[in-house]
């Protein structure tokens, strides 16, 4: 059984900055693409950030140039770095990745964790 268990939201004024983290845990031979994700109330899941397991990244318009993903694979985490945040980056964020439980890889999701931006 794989997990992916979030931290680091809450609630950050507007140029603020917060970090995510995810860490998986269970039956995890290897990783490929971790993700973060995000839905705002009223809206559909959105892709925020994209790291590869070569260290390739992708960003959403949205948050380039203000958000870094990252990830460490000696601990099967991946952080991802909010600053200069707004208030339309209010919304539950979540992690995802791909893993290889040395038998079949499959597709992941955390919980989700609340990030609110409000003064």
């Known amino acids: 059984q794989v997990q992916l268990l979030e931290s680091g939201g809450g609630l950050v004024q507007p140029g603020g900055s917060l970090r995510l983290s995810c860490a998986a845990s269970g039956s995890v031979f290897s990783i490929n693409a971790m993700d973060w994700y995000r839905q705002a109330p009223g809206k559909e899941r959105e892709l925020v950030a994209r790291?590869?397991?070569?260290?390739?990244?992708n960003y959403a318009d949205s948050v380039k140039g203000r958000f870094t993903i990252s990830r460490d694979n000696a601990k099967n985490t991946v952080y991802l770095q909010m600053n200069s945040l707004k208030p339309e980056d209010t919304a539950v964020y979540y992690c995802h990745a791909e893993i290889f439980n040395s038998v079949y890889t499959g597709s992941y999701w955390g919980q989700g964790t609340q990030v609110t931006v409000s003064s």
């Open positions: 790291i590869r397991s070569g260290g390739s990244s």
